[in-house]
């Protein structure tokens, strides 16, 4: 199986949900290998990519997901109810 065979699997598979506005993409793999860490900031998206390598039959997946502020601030109720004795 090759990096583009990989791809094409994650597609067909989240095909659903891309189509229905869903909040999973699977996208091409950038050209200069790089990723924007702060891209999906405030948002509920996934991206996954796939880099491959065929000279070394290698593929990584890539999966970028921002889910920090959904963490901190569920940690900031849950002290908040400390703190109230609730």
Known sequence: MSADDLHQALVAHYAPSTAQGGMVSV???TESGKLDALAL???NR???RVFG???HR???LVA???NLGKGASGAAVQNLKLMLGL
């Open 41 to 43: 900031n405030d948002t």
């Open 64 to 66: 970028r997901l921002d």
């Open 53 to 55: 390598n065929a000279a």
């Open 58 to 60: 290698h593929a990584v």
């Open 27 to 29: 996208l091409l793999a």
């Open 46 to 48: 996934l991206e996954i």
